[in-house]
């Protein structure tokens, strides 16, 4: 699968960007192609490409996954361009994901993909996901290490139950007040 993590689009502007920060009323991006940095307000509609995924006849398939077999297809280089016809664009895609469902995916949400992929590859964002499997068994051992650093061994702490001493020597009572008389 491609790395999609931290890359966004943005509705009504053009082009990917990247997460860079967040802001106090928004979030810091920075586009993919010129790198320049702009500030998104929270009222605007943001996409993670990670978060995308298109219909098939069975389960969704992600974004990223499709890329992949993009990737794998095209040997890293670039896809059509988007702005081929739409018999060439809906046969390309066939040829990379024959099982999508044809009545829901339009040649729009094909075109889109293709902008984004070949956007990626121009600016060297294409990266796969290092997936290790020799550490899929080790959550277990970080979960049982992260507890015992969070619950250290309680110390035994005395309680001093005798009466506190002033400073001339004599014992404090606590409640009792001497009034001389007995």
């Known amino acids: ?54 219909f098939t006849t069975g389960d969704d398939k992600p974004v ?22 739409d018999k060439a664009v809906a046969a390309y895609f066939e040829s990379i994901l024959p099982e999508y469902d044809k009545e ?15 956007g990626l590859q121009a600016t060297g964002n294409l990266k796969e996901k290092e997936v290790e499997k020799t550490e899929e068994a080790a959550p277990e051992k970080k979960v049982k290490a992260a507890a015992e650093k969070k619950a250290p061994a309680k110390k035994a702490v005395a309680k001093d139950t005798a009466k506190a001493k002033t400073s001339a020597g004599v014992k404090k009572t606590a409640g009792v007040r001497k009034t001389g008389s007995a």
């Open 104 to 118: 829901r995916v339009y040649t729009s949400n094909m075109r889109k993909l293709f902008t984004w992929y070949n």
């Open 64 to 85: 990223s996954e499709i890329m992949k077999s993009i990737f794998d297809k095209e040997k890293g280089g670039p896809a059509i361009d988007a702005k081929a016809d």
């Open 1 to 54: 699968m491609i790395d999609l993590t931290g890359i966004i689009a943005i509705s009504g502007q053009s082009g990917l960007y990247k997460v860079v920060a967040q802001a106090k009323n928004g979030i810091i991006v920075e586009s993919l192609t010129d790198k320049k940095r702009t500030s998104i307000s929270s009222t605007a509609k943001v996409s993670s490409l990670e978060d995308i995924s298109m």
